[in-house]
């Protein structure tokens, strides 16, 4: 069989059904990091004024935010309300994917 051909079907499946692919020299991005793109982008650039830009942030900062928010400890936060099932196997996720990205949105590597 050709390599080649095998090669193309493979990405074109995974499109075409939903798998998630990533460009190449790109993170790819959990599924509970759509949560996090409604605010911060996708590229964690934060496209809202006055919302802190993620990408690029420390893996261990981003966790402990994100768990400190889980547990309310910034009272009346809107994070609080999107935290709050999030579990840490979630988090990390979403800190692996952050941390991941430049400040610029390119991965880095």
């Known amino acids: ?3 080649g ?8 499946l995974f499109v075409a059904y939903g798998f998630p692919v990533a460009a190449a020299g790109e993170p790819e991005q959990p599924e509970v990091v759509r ?9 964690g650039k934060a496209p ?4 802190p830009p993620i990408a690029g ?4 900062e981003l966790i402990s935010k994100l768990k400190g928010y889980r547990a309310k400890l910034v009272p009346e936060s809107r994070m609080s309300d999107v935290t709050h ?10 800190a692996q994917y952050y941390v991941e990205l430049k400040p610029t949105g390119k991965a880095s590597k």
């Open 48 to 51: 809202i004024p006055g919302w």
């Open 35 to 43: 949560v996090c793109s409604e605010c911060h982008g996708a590229e």
């Open 1 to 3: 069989m050709n390599n």
């Open 85 to 94: 099932n999030f579990t840490d196997s979630e988090i990390e996720a979403i």
């Open 57 to 60: 942030m420390g893996k261990e």
């Open 5 to 12: 051909k095998i090669r193309l079907v493979f990405p074109v």
